[in-house]
């Protein structure tokens, strides 16, 4: 099975430089002029097709890279995040008695769904909703004006430190090197009906954020990225209180988050090939990049960068669906669950293949259909990217 194939990675792991490679252009790697094409008829369609459900031309809301929005925009997300990490928590503590701040509520939910929105049909539709629900809380709850922006990973991917995302008044770079807790490492997946456990990278780091807002950031749910299953804490809904963790795999940025393989993706002609190159590659790839926390596939939205990494992923999607809004809006491919794999968990989901008009669960009772979370400009959101 290629699950979270890691036999590119263990091949180049021997180029996983413990130093962190930061020469290069600030202004990154110049977007290709085909990528710029099929961007632009993306932004021209959306902009044809406004007018339903009040989303027209002054109301849509507008995602830009993080790298493009400026030192005051770009402080003032920092903050709202942490406006929401000093709020307490919603969801119903015996269903997460970990849960302690409104992030949480959102990895919370994240972790519930992990084996039905992942390696699924679900996938994008339900990580749409989730990316628009957390601006939403950012906005509504904490008095943020502007939208997710996304990490443009292309832009970087040979110098992938050099994206302002990790500079020290933003999210703040890598762990700290711990020589014996940097990988490779095994893990063993939960919830799932198989024994399946993947490899993950060693890379530059390993322990604690050291600089910028989120040193000394403290998160409680999970991990669950461990190698083997702990079954007074199975899925990581219990409190434990710890520090932000990551781990830069920077071969997963150097050798796939590429603008030849990010065209490669949004200039695809169907659907499957899209989606798949999409999951196995950017996806995946983007979350071993940022390794530990925000690679914990149950736990990933820990760490804050989770959100403009998935902004990412919807964009590069939203490009796709842009070039053909009628065709395109509500395709689909894959199983109900992870690879479709039988749940021990949830023996009610069969893992046979979604169809747009399976119920997901977005948490608080929300349970919307997958075409709910497909379209960008109705049915309940408005923003396009630039
Ligand atoms: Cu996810």
Same mark, same amino acid.
């Given at each position: 099975?290629?699950?979270? +194939?890691?036999?590119?990675?263990?091949? &180049?792991?021997? #180029?996983?430089?413990? +130093?962190?490679?930061?020469?290069?252009?600030?202004?990154?790697?110049?977007?290709? =002029?085909?990528?710029?094409?099929?961007?632009?008829?993306?932004?021209?369609?959306?902009?044809?097709?406004?007018?339903?459900?009040?989303?027209?031309?002054?109301?849509?809301?507008?995602?830009?890279?993080?790298?493009?929005?400026?030192?005051?925009?770009?402080?003032?997300?920092?903050?709202?995040?942490?406006?929401?990490?000093?709020?307490?928590?919603?969801?119903?503590?015996?269903?997460?008695?970990?849960?302690?701040?409104?992030?949480?509520?959102?990895?919370?939910?994240?972790?519930?769904?992990?084996?039905?929105? *992942?390696?699924?049909?679900?996938?994008?539709?339900? *990580?749409?909703?989730?990316?628009?629900?957390?601006?939403?809380?950012?906005?509504?709850?904490?008095?943020?004006?502007? %939208?997710?922006?996304?990490?443009? #990973?292309?832009?970087? &991917?040979?110098?992938?430190?050099?994206?302002?995302?990790?500079?020290?008044?933003?999210?703040?770079? /890598?762990?700290?090197?711990?020589?014996? /807790?940097?990988?490779?490492?095994?893990?063993?997946? $939960?919830? =799932?009906?198989?024994?399946?456990?993947?490899?993950?990278?060693?890379?530059?780091?390993?322990?604690?954020? #050291?600089?910028?807002?989120?040193?000394?950031?403290?998160? +409680?749910?999970?991990? %669950?990225?461990?190698?083997?299953?702990?079954?007074?804490?199975?899925?990581?809904?219990?409190?434990?209180?710890?520090?932000?963790?990551?781990?830069? /795999?920077? $071969?997963?940025?150097?050798?796939?988050?590429?603008?030849?393989?990010?065209?490669?993706?949004?200039?695809? &002609?169907?659907?499957?090939?899209?989606?798949?190159?999409?999951?196995?590659?950017?996806?995946?790839?983007? *979350?071993?990049?940022?390794?530990?926390?925000?690679?914990?596939?149950?736990? &990933?939205?820990?760490? $804050?960068?989770?959100?403009?990494?998935?902004?990412?992923?919807?964009? =590069?999607?939203?490009?796709?669906?842009? #070039?053909?809004?009628?065709?395109? %809006?509500?395709?689909?491919?894959?199983?109900?669950?992870?690879?479709?794999?039988?749940?021990?968990?949830?023996?009610?989901?069969?893992?046979?293949?979604?169809?747009?008009?399976?119920?997901?669960? =977005?948490? *608080?009772?929300?349970?919307?259909?997958?075409?709910?979370?497909? $379209?960008?400009?109705?049915?309940?959101?408005?923003?396009?990217?630039?």
């Amino acid at each position: 099975m290629r699950l979270y +194939s890691m036999v590119a990675t263990m091949a &180049s792991m021997a #180029q996983v430089a413990l +130093s962190t490679p930061c020469v290069g252009n600030s202004s990154g790697i110049p977007k290709p =002029l085909e990528f710029k094409e099929l961007e632009s008829r993306y932004q021209a369609n959306i902009r044809a097709s406004l007018g339903l459900d009040g989303c027209t031309e002054k109301t849509i809301r507008i995602r830009k890279s993080w790298d493009d929005i400026d030192a005051a925009a770009r402080a003032d997300y920092v903050r709202a995040v942490k406006c929401l990490a000093a709020k307490p928590a919603t969801v119903d503590k015996t269903l997460a008695p970990g849960a302690v701040n409104r992030l949480d509520d959102f990895t919370y939910i994240h972790i519930n769904q992990t084996n039905i929105v *992942h390696i699924s049909g679900s996938f994008l539709s339900w *990580h749409r909703i989730f990316v628009w629900q957390m601006e939403e809380a950012l906005r509504n709850e904490c008095g943020y004006k502007g %939208t997710i922006p996304y990490w443009d #990973q292309a832009r970087f &991917s040979q110098y992938p430190t050099n994206s302002k995302v990790f500079d020290n008044s933003s999210f703040g770079g /890598d762990g700290e090197y711990l020589p014996n /807790d940097h990988g490779p490492y095994n893990i063993t997946i $939960p919830g =799932l009906a198989v024994n399946m456990s993947i490899v993950r990278p060693a890379g530059a780091g390993g322990g604690c954020v #050291q600089d910028g807002p989120f040193a000394n950031f403290q998160i +409680s749910l999970g991990p %669950t990225d461990r190698p083997f299953i702990d079954p007074t804490n199975k899925f990581g809904y219990e409190p434990n209180p710890r520090c932000l963790k990551r781990n830069f /795999d920077y $071969p997963s940025s150097t050798d796939f988050m590429t603008w030849e393989n990010a065209i490669k993706i949004v200039g695809a &002609s169907d659907f499957v090939t899209f989606y798949w190159n999409m999951e196995n590659t950017w996806h995946v790839k983007s *979350h071993q990049f940022l390794g530990k926390d925000g690679l914990d596939l149950f736990t &990933s939205p820990n760490d $804050p960068i989770f959100y403009l990494l998935h902004s990412q992923i919807d964009r =590069l999607w939203a490009i796709w669906q842009g #070039q053909n809004l009628e065709e395109r %809006t509500f395709a689909i491919t894959g199983n109900r669950t992870f690879f479709g794999i039988p749940l021990d968990t949830a023996p009610n989901v069969p893992p046979s293949n979604a169809t747009i008009e399976d119920i997901m669960d =977005l948490g *608080h009772g929300y349970r919307p259909k997958i075409k709910d979370g497909m $379209p960008m400009t109705y049915s309940g959101r408005c923003y396009m990217y630039e």
